[in-house]
């Protein structure tokens, strides 16, 4: 969906500059950080809800009985119930547009989640009131910190019996030290959710259900000194328990926000809509804008600079009517009209964009225009891999998407010897898609590529995709690895010979070393001092 605002020039407007860098700071790019069933989905329709860039929950992520998602692609997908690709959403909310990427649910496909979080300039840490951190949400959140992206926890599902809201924020300075700064308290223990203090204004903002949650849920804003009238001793409590937390440093710092050390807090149910404006308005007044990016040599692009984006996700097969692959890019800088010919920096050649959309839920539309922080997808899009840099005019070149360290591996095998041609060129597809690493030997020779992935699903996938939309069946054999680590060219031979290892080469050129447990690759480490390995990113936090 494209803001319509945005589309003609008009006698006033000022010069180009000026207005990429007011466009540029009109936006917020964010994404949500969750573990599985935290309410990711639920949240993303409620937020798009309450922007009115949709009228009634569920068009975006259907759940049972609603209309289905543009992102059930895929028939596997659809029988398990799980939302595999990523698809950026963009509304206007008062005087800014909105972007949000959205990541797979499923653990295994985190290495698409990380990719995501590169494009993004904030996330939301979404976190389910009766269970606190969990799992994916920590190694998300570490991939948060590494990259300095500030973060905004919001403790969903207060309307259901759940924990104490000081026993959360205790959790998560405790486990992760990230200092929380409550912005919003509830009103109400976890389960009896009748509104929130606003700790910034003092006031009660009540809430009211509306039938089934699919609508906005309508609020009331009262005065402190009414409150205790209107919620009795839980106004109280909430005004104690503030109090406390003011005591205890636990008030907005924005300095600390934007370096990643502490973290506004909101209270939402995203099931009743209720605390969603307050997100929403959060996002707006306190989400940093997009500020340019630095490039390989560590210089700074700069928004107001000519046109520059980097891919961060190559998806292929969402229709199986024509067989299509779109990049997605994030605008780095500069403005981006469909029909510029841009270059791709790591082939040099041209690149025309007359088939830029936007992915809105299920609808796709052409995307005219696209400013710092926004997204476009660019359809036919063969030659673009994820971490490649778009640039009009003044040419840059960004820092590649780290690849994460898998810890599965498994034998390809074409199971048709007359689809050898298809072979060779799906698995050339899906490594430059991302969908897996492909790791080779002379040893296992060219009809033999190792499959790395970080999660299982990955290879299923990865095998679907070979079977129905590349005509080349495979079969898959697991290896019995665990980890992988960087290994030199020199020292190759010596760590091959190794039990339990096996040097494979990555299409890069880089080597790996496969090691069949952690303990093994120690144990490797302590007999031979001399030999460095290299790490990758690890996926495990
Ligand atoms: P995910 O994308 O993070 O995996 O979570 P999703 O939104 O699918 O939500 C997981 C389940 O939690 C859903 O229930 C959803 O309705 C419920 N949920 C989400 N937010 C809230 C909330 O604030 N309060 C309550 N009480 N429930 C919430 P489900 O039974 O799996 O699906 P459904 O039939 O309810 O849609």
Redesign the pocket.
């Known amino acids: 969906m494209t803001d319509n605002a945005l589309d003609t020039p008009t006698a006033t407007e000022p010069p180009k500059g000026d207005r990429v860098s007011a466009e540029a700071a009109r936006r917020r790019t964010f994404a949500?950080i969750?573990?599985?069933?935290?309410?990711?989905?639920?949240?993303?329709?409620a937020l798009a809800l309450h922007a009115r860039a949709i009228t009634e929950a569920g068009a975006i992520?259907g759940?049972?009985g609603?209309r289905s998602t543009v992102s059930d692609w895929m028939e596997m997908e659809k029988a398990r119930g799980i939302?595999i690709t990523s698809t950026a959403l963009q509304f206007p909310y008062r005087d800014c547009v909105i972007n949000l990427l959205d990541t797979p649910?499923h653990a295994d496909f985190s290495e698409d989640t990380y990719r995501v979080l590169t494009a993004v300039d904030c996330a939301v840490m979404?976190i389910?009131a009766a269970k606190g951190l969990e799992p994916q949400t920590l190694k998300l959140f570490q991939v948060c910190k590494h990259r300095g992206i500030p973060i905004i926890t919001v403790v969903?599902?207060?309307?259901?019996p759940g924990r104490h809201a000081l026993e959360l924020m205790d959790e998560i300075h405790e486990r992760i030290g990230l200092r929380t700064t409550p912005l919003t308290w509830p009103v109400g223990i976890a389960g009896d959710f009748q509104g929130v203090m606003d700790r910034r204004k003092g006031h009660f903002i009540r809430f009211t259900r509306t039938a089934g949650?699919a609508t906005i849920a309508p609020e009331e804003h009262i005065p402190a000194d009414a409150a205790h009238d209107a919620a009795g001793v839980d106004w109280d409590t909430a005004v104690e328990e503030s109090e406390l937390l003011s005591a205890d440093g636990s008030d907005y710092d924005r300095e600390t926000f934007l370096g990643g050390e502490s973290s506004p807090v909101l209270f939402?149910?995203?099931?009743?809509n209720?605390g969603v404006n307050q997100l929403l308005d959060v996002l707006v007044e306190l989400a940093p804008a997009p500020s340019g990016a630095l490039d390989v040599d560590g210089v700074r692009r700069a928004p107001n600079t000519p046109f520059s984006a980097f891919v961060f996700k190559v998806q292929a097969g969402m229709d199986s009517a024509h067989r299509d692959r779109i990049a997605y890019a994030r605008v780095v800088s500069g403005t981006f009209e469909r029909g510029d010919v841009l270059t791709h920096a790591a082939t040099g050649k041209p690149f025309v964009t007359k088939y830029a959309q936007s992915v809105f839920g299920q609808q796709r539309s052409t995307l005219d225009d696209a400013w710092p922080g926004d997204v476009i997808g660019l359809a036919n899009a063969a030659a673009l891999r994820p971490g490649d840099t778009l640039y009009r005019d003044v040419p840059v070149v960004f820092p590649p998407i780290p690849s994460f360290s898998p810890e599965h591996f498994a034998v390809a095998r074409g199971t048709d010897p007359s689809k050898h041609k298809q072979f060779r060129r799906g698995i050339e597809q899906l490594e430059q898609e991302g969908v897996v690493q492909v790791l080779r030997s002379d040893k296992r020779g060219e009809q033999a590529p190792v499959f790395a992935a970080v999660g299982p699903m990955q290879f299923e996938v990865a095998a679907h995709r070979m079977a129905t939309e590349l005509s080349a069946p495979i079969s898959l054999e697991s290896l019995p690895y665990q980890v992988a680590r960087i290994v030199s060219p020199e020292d190759a031979d010596f760590v091959n010979r190794q039990v339990s290892a096996e040097v494979l080469t990555r299409t890069d050129g880089v080597m790996l070393v496969l090691f069949s447990t952690p303990w093994r690759l120690e144990g490797f480490q302590r007999d031979n001092p001399n030999i460095k390995l290299g790490s990758l990113v690890a996926a495990e936090g």
């Open positions: 949500v969750s573990h599985p069933d935290a309410g990711k989905s639920t949240l993303t329709e992520h759940k049972a609603r939302s649910g979404l389910d969903n599902k207060w309307d259901r949650g939402t149910s995203a099931a009743l209720f």
